[in-house]
């Protein structure tokens, strides 16, 4: 199995770079009998700069994580989380991270969640500090 960055990943998601675009998108051809792994900080990343760097909507973002998520050759790290985290994304006013961290604290059994950011306190089992 081959790990891709979130560079490869960014390529793969906006295609504004036909060069690069073509190298990664023939990664993910020649890998369909191995698998791509694509760890929860690249999905991460990837979420950020789409959203800082290209101004992309979050249903663009969350449509895009999901599609990686459900298809081959992709084997992404937890991936049933990042599902559960990319719900919360479309329906709050948080960053991703922020989502993960708050399904990892539920599958871990360590909630409520506390935190100073108010956008994310409206969340079911998030507890803002003061």
Request: glycine content about 2%; charged content about 25%; hydrophobic content about 45%.
């Amino acid at each position: 199995m081959k790990t891709i960055d979130t560079n490869v990943l960014t390529r793969l998601f906006v295609a504004d770079d036909p060069t690069q675009t073509a190298s990664a998108e023939a990664l993910v051809r020649s890998s369909f009998s191995e698998g791509v792994f694509v760890p929860q900080v690249v999905l991460i990343e990837a979420s950020w700069v789409l959203r800082s760097s290209y101004k992309r909507e979050r249903s663009f973002i969350a449509s895009s994580i999901e599609n990686v998520c459900t298809s081959e050759p992709f084997v992404v790290e937890d991936s049933e989380q990042v599902l559960r985290a990319l719900k919360l994304y479309l329906a709050g006013s948080s960053d991703l991270a922020d989502y993960l961290i708050l399904t990892k604290a539920d599958e871990s059994g360590a909630l409520p969640l506390f935190t100073f950011d108010k956008k994310l306190a409206h969340t079911e089992h998030v507890t803002l500090l003061s």
